[in-house]
Nanobody, 122 residues
Framework: QVQLQESGPGLVKPSQTLSLTCTVS??????????WKWIRQPPGKGLEWMGT???????FYSPSLKSRASISRDTSKNQFTLQLSSVTPEDTAVYYC??????????????RGQGTQVTVSS
């Protein structure tokens, strides 16, 4: 039973904007006190927190992304979306959406999608 599912292109060209959508089936993304994260794992590296959207719609982003990231949501579809602009090959990673636990800026979660490989290459 799929609980979170990432979708989006697997290949993006440098300088373009990456857009990934997470479809959630484990409850409403607006349920009180729930928050939802985007996390990625570059090849050979550990998990990296990218951003979080709260049940209220408030968003938080990793400073390391230098304002390139944006998270939005479509409550009618129970989805939230990551957009990452001006991508470079260093953005190549497996991208995960997750239901967050712990601190808002951590990589902690209790449910996570299977992940989607994104490669940035011309």
């Amino acid at each position: 039973q799929v609980q979170l599912q990432e979708s989006g292109p697997g290949l993006v060209k440098p300088s373009q904007t990456l857009s990934l959508t997470c479809t959630v089936s484990i409850g409403s993304i607006t349920a009180s006190f729930k928050y939802w994260k985007w996390i990625r794992q570059p090849p050979g590296k550990g998990l990296e927190w990218m951003g979080t959207i709260l049940y209220s719609g408030t968003t938080f982003y990793s400073p390391s992304l230098k304002s390139r990231a944006s998270i939005s949501r479509d409550t009618s579809k129970n989805q939230f979306t990551l957009q990452l602009s001006s991508v470079t090959p260093e953005d190549t990673a497996v991208y995960y959406c997750a239901r967050g636990t712990g601190t808002i800026t951590s990589t902690d979660y209790d449910y996570r999608g299977q992940g989607t490989q994104v490669t940035v290459s011309s």
